[in-house]
């Protein structure tokens, strides 16, 4: 069975990002319809998969991370607008049973993923 997690990492203070917004969406002909919002626990994470079972569905997906909200939350100084606000990851889901873990390493002024583990 295929399941979708993810994580997040706050490089700027060396910790998880405890307590950020992330959205998953699917593209339907590229228009983003919004699946599930959470908001991720003390060790950064997703306490369930954002999809599994009959919700894993092959296509497209938008995973967006609420990083200007968390670090202002933390009391992090940022410019009106702020470098980054929201961080939107576009992704394919292309094999039913695999697991895919899409992690995010966020600062206010930077950000890298990949397919993890």
Do not use: W
Not at 5 to 18: E, K, S, Y
Not at 21 to 43: F, S
Not at 101 to 108: T, Y
């Amino acid at each position: 069975m295929g399941k979708l997690t993810t994580h997040v990492l706050d490089t700027a203070n060396g910790c998880p990002a405890a307590g950020m917004v992330v959205a998953l969406y699917r593209l339907d002909k590229g228009t983003p319809v919004l699946i599930k919002q959470i908001t991720l626990n003390h060790d950064g994470r997703a306490d369930s998969p954002l999809l599994d079972g009959a919700a894993f569905v092959p296509g497209a997906y938008r995973l967006v991370f609420g990083v200007a909200a968390y670090f202002r939350a933390l009391g992090a100084k940022l410019d009106e607008p702020p470098f980054l606000d929201e961080v939107l990851l576009d992704f394919g889901l292309a094999t039913v049973g695999s697991h895919y873990h899409v992690p995010l390493l966020a600062s206010p002024f930077a950000y890298s993923t990949y397919r993890g583990s």
